[in-house]
T-cell receptor, first 108, second 117 residues
Framework: AQRVTQPEKLLSVFKGAPVELKCNYS??????LFWYVQYSRQRLQLLLR??SRESIKGFTADLNKGETSFHLKKPFAQEEDSAMYYCALTTSGSRLTFGEGTQLTVNP | GAGVSQSPRYKVAKRGQDVALRCDPISGHVSLFWYQQALGQGPEFLTY????????KSGLPSDRFFAERPEGSVSTLKIQRTQQEDSAVYLCASSSETGLYSYNEQFFGPGTRLTVL
């Protein structure tokens, strides 16, 4: 069965500092990986997906199949990045398997 | 247009009561998903519909949980004889279509927070 692990429940950085949210997965095949974000009092929304290889709000994530990782990175964190971030995967194109989430706080 | 809506937003039930949670997907979305999110955890898959067909219900934790989507639009998640461990946020999501090798973005509703006393 597939599994997603986010080792940090809480992550705190200062504005302008680099940030990296870690995500590791276990699956023997080739899953699709995603990052979802939930801002305060808002609903869960897709931030980015690995196959699109795009940068959203300054965030990027590279799929490393050798290390089975999909870490989310941003070189200069902003206060508005404070949110709960979930790494997720799908193997079937339908159901998502989520990690437990990382609460990111960007301090002024 | 309107996003996914869920009702009620909050539900308090006494242990043993039955509850029904409603999801209105985005108009025209073929696929509908239910997830359960316990406090401090990520969402966990419950069940999935494509139109009115329930294609996957492997995530339903017990036979007390039942979901339906009779006309391929609105869906209801029913929990019978609620237990304290059922307390969670129940999320509904819809997407335009799913295929074996492609993923279409799932759009989430605001969730229903269920508290079982």
């Amino acid at each position: 069965a597939q599994r997603v692990t986010q080792p940090e429940k809480l992550l705190s950085v200062f504005k302008g500092a680099p940030v990296e949210l870690k995500c590791n997965y276990s699956y023997s095949g080739s899953p699709e990986l995603f990052w979802y974000v939930q801002y305060s009092r808002q609903r869960l929304q897709l931030l980015l997906r690995h196959i699109s290889r795009e940068s959203i709000k300054g965030f990027t994530a590279d799929l490393n199949k050798g290390e089975t990782s999909f870490h989310l990175k941003k070189p200069f964190a902003q206060e508005e990045d404070s949110a709960m971030y979930y790494c997720a995967l799908t193997t079937s194109g339908s159901r998502l398997t989520f990690g437990e989430g990382t609460q990111l706080t960007v301090n002024p | 247009g309107a996003g996914v809506s869920q009702s009620p937003r909050y539900k308090v039930a006494k242990r043993g009561q039955d509850v029904a949670l409603r999801c209105d997907p985005i108009s025209g979305h073929v696929s509908l998903f239910w997830y359960q999110q316990a406090l401090g955890q990520g969402p966990e898959f419950l069940t999935y519909f494509q139109n009115e067909a329930q294609l996957d219900k492997s995530g339903l934790p017990s036979d007390r949980f039942f979901a339906e989507r009779p006309e391929g639009s609105v869906s209801t998640l029913k929990i019978q004889r609620t237990q304290q461990e059922d307390s969670a946020v129940y999320l509904c999501a819809s997407s335009s279509e799913t295929g074996l090798y492609s993923y279409n973005e799932q759009f989430f509703g605001p969730g229903t927070r269920l508290t079982v006393l």
